[in-house]
């Protein structure tokens, strides 16, 4: 079990460095004009084939920010968990590790949407309603990929039946690989937005899953 969160702890690290040069990359590489906005765009040339390859379409554009709301009630679930503990413990620090843990990690997730909404990097190949958008890295991605894990996780840990635990697994992986593909096809982000997506909200997982293992190994 040490090895196993230390392991996951670096895999964690990796993918945020992998993220940080992935920044860079878009930031320096093939850096020229395209979309319908007339802003640069890093990976020029590999990101208008792939937008041209898919289109727009915007029916899954839409779906896809309605299922959004799915992670959001994961959160308040676990939320409601922890609340809950504290009513009943009377103590914040009887609250279980990891669910306190699962909020401040929801935090920083909160707080990397808002960091580059602020610092755009890229801006979406068309205007949504008129309005031109950040678009890196997919925030609809970045919620799925970082939240729909931690359900998996936390169904691992506390529940007992195996038969409901691969049922909550098969699902959620059905439904984040679900997301994911039409919100790359839906053609309102750069392939390069959605793999920084990955890269950052994967990153942020391990690393959460990480130091819960290594909390359980002390």
């Known amino acids: 079990m040490k090895e196993r969160g230390k392991r996951t702890l670096l895999i964690g690290l990796s993918l945020l460095v992998l ?21 640069d765009i890093g990976f020029a040339s590999l990101n208008g084939w792939f937008h041209g390859f898919t289109g727009v379409h915007m029916t899954a554009y839409y779906i896809t920010d309605w299922l959004g709301l799915v992670p959001v009630f994961v959160c308040f679930l676990f939320g409601l968990l922890g609340l809950t503990q504290l009513v009943r413990r009377k103590s914040l ?3 279980d590790p990891d669910i306190l843990l699962l909020g401040l990690y929801y935090v920083v997730v909160i707080l990397c949407y808002l960091l ?5 990097i890229n801006y979406r190949p068309i205007f949504i309603e008129g ?3 950040a678009s890196y890295p997919s925030s609809t991605t970045l919620l799925v990929l970082s939240v729909m894990p931690t359900l998996v996780f936390q169904s691992e840990r506390r ?3 195996p038969g409901m635990k691969k049922v909550i697994s098969v699902l959620t992986s059905l439904f984040s690989l ?5 919100r790359l096809v839906s053609g309102v982000h750069w392939l390069t937005d ?8 994967m990153g942020l ?3 959460y899953k990480g130091v819960v293992l290594r909390i359980r190994e002390v």
């Open 19 to 39: 993220f940080a040069l992935w920044t860079v990359l878009i930031l320096t590489v093939d850096v020229r004009t395209a979309g319908e906005t007339g802003k």
């Open 93 to 95: 620090m009887k609250v």
């Open 159 to 161: 529940l007992k039946h």
């Open 205 to 207: 997982f391990f690393i």
């Open 116 to 120: 580059f909404e602020m610092i755009p």
């Open 178 to 182: 679900f997301m994911v593909i039409e």
């Open 131 to 133: 309005r031109l958008e």
């Open 194 to 201: 959605i793999v920084g997506s990955v890269f950052l909200s």
